[in-house]
């Protein structure tokens, strides 16, 4: 069965950055168009970026491109979210997921995910 493993969330002030990691096993990850998601406490959940390669990239919300980067290695089966001059409304647990083609552009799809990594911005 697929499994997701999230890491590298924690604590950060304002303006900080995090690098987060989600290793995938149990499917041919090189296949798989790749994205995070996040949801905050008493929220739903929000897409926030897909991948394919580096020239196919679909992000959810223009609140988070140009803060949020998304890469991947498919020799490891670890996709990566590098997170820059994060805010307190940024302040979530964050998982990794499939993503599928919506109309325009690729989005999250929830086919699965792993226990997520939390990120909390706070001073």
């Known amino acids: 069965r697929v499994q997701a493993v999230e890491s590298g969330g924690g604590l950060v002030q304002p303006g900080g950055s995090l690098r987060l990691s989600c290793e995938v096993s149990?499917?041919?990850?090189?296949?798989?168009?790749m994205g995070w998601f996040r949801q905050a406490a008493g929220k739903e959940r929000e897409g926030i970026v897909c991948m394919i390669d580096p020239s196919t990239i679909t992000y959810s919300s223009d609140s988070m491109k140009g803060r949020f980067t998304i890469s991947r290695d498919n020799s490891k089966n670890t996709l990566y979210l590098q997170m820059d001059n994060l805010k307190p409304e940024d302040t979530a647990m964050y998982y990794c997921?499939?993503?599928?083609?919506?109309?325009?552009?690729?989005?999250?799809?929830?086919?699965?995910w792993g226990q997520g990594t939390q990120v909390t911005v706070s001073s």
């Open positions: 997921t499939d993503c599928a083609w919506y109309s325009d552009g690729y989005y999250p799809d929830y086919n699965f």
């Open positions: 149990g499917i041919r990850f090189a296949d798989l168009t």
